[in-house]
């Protein structure tokens, strides 16, 4: 498998987590955001949204989207570390926290937007990293709260929803380290900071650390 990625996309970085969580081999294809390549035609024809990730499976088939690609990875190989456990209403208490980062956090502090931002609006760097600060604060609100659930109904365990990590855990990771390149105070998440604690634990998440990636610059 080809995942085209970048080393500091939020997105990649979920895939790049549960490839590894399913011990699953994958070729990186560096696409440099900062350099525009992701708007290149010849990578329209990977993703015509211009986007990262994109998943070329075995089969040269393309799957766009990162939670698309991490539900068709559980659904391919269900066997090997599940990123969707439990009962169906489990399954929607995992979405529903992953959903939360991926649809009301991130497309709000994702690279265009900056670029955005900055461009047509005018924003500064100080303004911008106050935007980021916003609505990252304002999603995991929601986010540790959802845990906290799991705490009163006897649910919790050392990672976001139990004792093993699961699509929430991938998705979270990559946003707490978006969280504190632009200086959160993660204080008021202590829930949130023991799941991912837990999850930098495991080979799989430290792999995935967008410095330990092929296209990051030197230390």
Known sequence: MKLYNYFRSSAAYRVR????LKGLTWEHVGVHLLRGEQRAASYRGVNPAGLVPALETDSGELITQSLAIMEWLD?????????LPGDALARARI?????????????L???RVMQYLEHELGADEAARAAWTRHW????????????????RAGRSGRFAFGDAPTLADC?????????????????????????????LELEAFQAAHPMRQPDAPPT
């Open 17 to 20: 987590i549960a490839l590894n």
């Open 136 to 151: 990252i604060a304002l999603g995991f609100s929601a986010c540790e709260a959802m845990l906290e659930a799991e705490v």
């Open 95 to 107: 979405r529903a926290f992953a959903l939360t980062i991926a649809c009301d956090i991130h497309p």
């Open 171 to 199: 998705v979270l990771v990559p946003q707490c380290f978006n969280a504190r390149r632009f200086d959160l105070d993660m204080t008021p998440y202590p829930r949130l900071a023991a799941a991912e604690a837990a999850c």
């Open 75 to 83: 659904e391919t190989y269900p066997e090997r570390a599940p990123l």
């Open 109 to 111: 502090n994702n690279l």
